[in-house]
């Protein structure tokens, strides 16, 4: 017998691309990549059609990211300055984004780096 499918919504999952838009990277794969890497958490789910399985993100995920990282767009929520002012405090103090071994993630930083100079 086949199991029944289950609505994403249902479990309260959302994608990986929909995280990415809801903290301002619009880059297709950097979550994925980040997630793969060991970086962050994700939750895998089949493909419906037997596809490669496809990452989403439970709230439990999304916690563990904000734990770890921020990106121009949170740091602007948590600290209430335009992010070109955010970022350029954070080259004086030569922050840089989170790149491992010159992995490019995009505009990722460690949490602890960035709150240490802008607080």
Known sequence: MRRPTLKVADHGLITAYAFGRSVGIRTSGWFKKLAAGGHTPETLTPHPKGGP??????????????????????????????????????????VETFAPNGEDFGPVYLRNEVEEILE
């Open 53 to 94: 399985d496809q990452s989403y993100l439970s709230a439990d995920d999304i916690t563990q990211f904000h734990k770890r990282f921020m990106t121009p767009a949170t740091m602007e929520q948590k600290f209430g300055q335009h992010r070109k002012i955010l970022l350029g405090k954070l080259r004086a103090a030569v």
